[in-house]
């Protein structure tokens, strides 16, 4: 699996040499399909409900998503580019690296195509996160 470098609050992805001089309305005509809303369901420590809005990007098209670290989740809920709704399980999270990896029932026609290495001091990243 490709390093993809998170923060807290967004996802961001390297610029991979397929994208490096493509304006930036061609890079997000390229990513937004991508991108999805991660709502986490839980129960707080209180036992009231809680509720966690992240972003997240599909990063394989067997639906696996990545997103910021997820705590105390019962259930997940992905809301894809398109609007449709789909479920999630929490795969794994990592609270020193501040990800976690959700994966969807059902394939997805495509994913991000991420950079193959880290981004050097300087370079341009792009912060995708869900506007929907």
Excluded: K
């Excluded at 994208?19 to 997000?28: F, I, K, N, R």
């Excluded at 972003?55 to 998503?65: A, C, E, P």
């Amino acid at each position: 699996m490709r390093a993809l470098h998170i923060t807290t609050a967004c996802c961001l992805l390297a610029l991979s040499p397929r994208l490096s001089g493509a304006g930036l309305p061609e890079v997000v005509d390229r990513i937004r399909d991508h991108v999805v809303d991660v709502r986490a369901y839980g129960t707080g420590a209180e036992g009231g409900s809680t509720l966690q809005l992240l972003s997240g990007v599909i990063v394989d098209t067997s639906g696996l998503i990545v997103t910021s670290a997820l705590a105390h989740v019962d259930s997940l809920r992905i809301v894809l580019a398109d609007g449709r709704q789909v479920s999630g399980d929490l795969v794994a999270s990592d609270s020193v690296f501040g990800l976690s990896y959700v994966q969807t029932p059902g394939p997805m026609s495509s994913a991000a195509r991420l950079s193959d290495r880290r981004p050097r001091l300087g370079e341009s990243v792009i912060a995708a996160g869900f506007t929907g």
